[in-house]
């Protein structure tokens, strides 16, 4: 009776843990296929780690930590983490609102009082939610001439804080590095300690994270993976950029591990206290009273309508992204060794894997009739300005932009839901007295409203002769570390942008392009003299850039 018991309880054991232990391979196989699709064994890598209810569940390397000597990367790699520095900065500041040293409200002229703030009054509130207005000095032309400088912090304030306002303070939401390093100078200021001393002892010495430091180029440190960049010649190794110059808004370096250990004492209130990281975690609002899905140094997003708290950051020859969902209590975080792709992407597709809600697949559409689909066809006007065209070609609906020549597929997941696949993003639709569609990302969202536009005419293309498109051929430096090269394959004329794919460009006329996969437009400037480019000019985005041929 008693080996009955027993195998019973085995056998309810099995059926319990076995669903579990196949999500987990599941997910391990799927996880697999994304990191290895997007990172090379012989190319720059990325660390990545997923842990569930504060344990482990994933964690993998993928590519190389140096390129140069073919060393393999591990999960141990350290990598410099950039703008996620700003989660460590903002906890600090709310350390000392708990000490009773600072007020949220309390204007930077308190702390700083020679800092010219034209006229208004920015606050530490402003600071740590990008409201402030203050130029970002990453954004100021002159960065390259200072980025190799060992600069003190008062320097590099000098370096910004004379620059014109970019609006007045909680007007508009703009990501800016300078108010993190204004905020790394007032935890110095208040707490007598240097920056770099403040998150060794507060954070790194408290929480055992022996395999996080604040930034440096000349230190030996252990297990330091190599940050690489795209050049016109494919990978090169990354710019210079002195640890002073992120400062509190990007200096720290750290591994996965150590990352898993700061978000699980932040999540269980070791540092701070559950009121505080209220705070943190809270979407504020504009002075218009929008919300600007932001905190105190997280951004506040969403996969699959499921609330997420993440933080991505960029450096010279690093990207990075981390995401935490409390509800699931999951946390993603994916460290690569080059600034030439985002990780953030392939970050929600592992969180969304790992909590149950994997992006849907163009095999996971539903069969609609050719009427049922027709039914969406049209333009609708969101509220923000954006007029999206729906297109039916065959049995296949089609979503393109006014002021886009490029068109997306999008698949029904039901009558009135189709998805863009791959992504997060999808339609809404709903056939009232006046039809409207609801398009959603897992940052956006917007309301449109049936329309009577009409997609533009398509530009008509010219055929111009090989010998002709050959003279383009080159490289074009647009900035620093960013050149568009320029290639010929028979009669037709390609352009690839560092860090992106090539995209064919077609001829409006000679020496003017125009892209089909985004909106955007080449003219190539003509010397006088040799009747050869010199020149090329990107239109995009409202912008126009010059870019210098180079080669």
């Known amino acids: 009776m008693k080996k009955s018991i027993l195998l019973k309880q085995l056998l309810l054991l099995l059926f319990i843990t076995a669903p579990a232990v196949l999500l987990s391979q599941n997910m391990e196989k799927l996880i697999d296929q994304i990191m290895n699709d997007q990172y090379q064994k012989e190319n720059y890598g990325a660390t990545v780690l997923v842990a569930k209810d504060g344990k482990v569940r994933y964690r993998k390397a993928f590519g190389k930590a140096n390129v140069e000597l073919d060393i393999n990367m591990i999960p141990e790699n350290v990598f410099e983490i950039g703008s996620i520095t700003k989660q460590f900065t903002a906890v600090g500041i709310l350390m000392l609102l708990e000490e009773g040293k600072l007020s949220l409200d309390d204007e930077i002229t308190k702390f700083i009082p020679e800092y010219p703030t034209q006229g208004t009054k920015i606050t ?38 004379n620059e014109p306002m970019d609006f007045k303070p909680g007007e508009q939401y703009r990501y800016n590095n300078s108010g993190y390093v204004l905020l790394g100078y007032i935890i110095e200021k208040v707490s007598g300690m240097t920056y770099e001393d403040f998150i060794q002892k507060r954070f790194f010495d408290k929480l055992d994270m022996n395999t996080s430091h604040y930034g440096s180029k000349s230190k030996i440190i252990k297990n330091r993976a190599y940050g690489y960049q795209q050049s016109e010649n494919g990978y090169a190794n990354a710019d210079y950029i002195s640890m002073t110059i992120p400062y509190a808004a990007g200096s720290i370096m750290s591994t996965v591990d150590d990352l898993l250990k700061w978000n699980t004492a932040v999540q269980n209130h070791e540092l701070i206290s559950k009121k505080s990281l209220e705070k943190a975690f809270t979407n504020y609002t504009l002075n218009n009273g929008n919300k600007i899905n932001y905190g105190y140094g997280w951004s506040l997003n969403s996969i699959k309508d499921v609330a997420t708290i993440e933080h991505g950051g960029g450096i010279f020859g690093f990207t990075t992204q981390g995401i935490y969902v409390p509800s699931e209590d999951v946390y993603v975080i994916i460290l690569t060794n080059c600034d030439c792709d985002s990780p953030t992407q392939t970050a929600n597709k592992i969180a969304a894997i790992a909590i149950g809600k994997p992006y849907p697949k163009a095999m996971d559409a539903i069969k609609l009739s050719k009427e049922e689909l027709k039914k969406w066809v049209g333009a609708y006007k969101f509220e923000d300005g954006t007029i999206r065209v729906i297109t039916l070609k065959g049995n296949q609906l089609y979503s393109q932009r006014t002021d886009s020549s490029a068109e997306f597929k999008i698949f029904p997941l039901s009558q009135h839901r189709f998805f863009f696949e791959d992504s997060f993003s999808e339609f809404i639709f709903s056939d009232g007295k006046q039809k409207t569609a609801i398009f959603k990302s897992n940052t956006f969202e917007s309301k449109g409203i049936e329309t009577d536009a009409k997609l533009p005419e398509p530009k008509k293309e010219v055929q111009l002769s090989p010998t002709t498109l050959k003279k383009y051929i080159g490289n074009y430096q647009l900035a620093p570390n960013f050149f568009i090269e320029i290639t010929v394959d028979g009669n037709q004329i390609f352009a690839q942008a560092t860090g992106q794919s090539k995209f064919e460009m077609f001829a409006e006329s000679e020496d003017n392009f125009f892209l089909k996969v985004v909106p955007a437009s080449v003219t190539f400037q003509i010397d006088e003299r040799t009747k050869m480019p010199k020149s090329l000019t990107l239109h995009q985005g409202g912008n126009s850039t010059v870019g210098k041929k180079v080669k």
């Open 124 to 161: 530490i509130h402003h600071l740590l939610t990008h409201t402030s207005g203050i130029k970002s000095y990453t954004s100021i032309p002159s960065l390259r001439e200072f980025a190799r400088k060992d600069l003190k912090v008062t320097e590099l304030i000098d370096a910004f804080k």
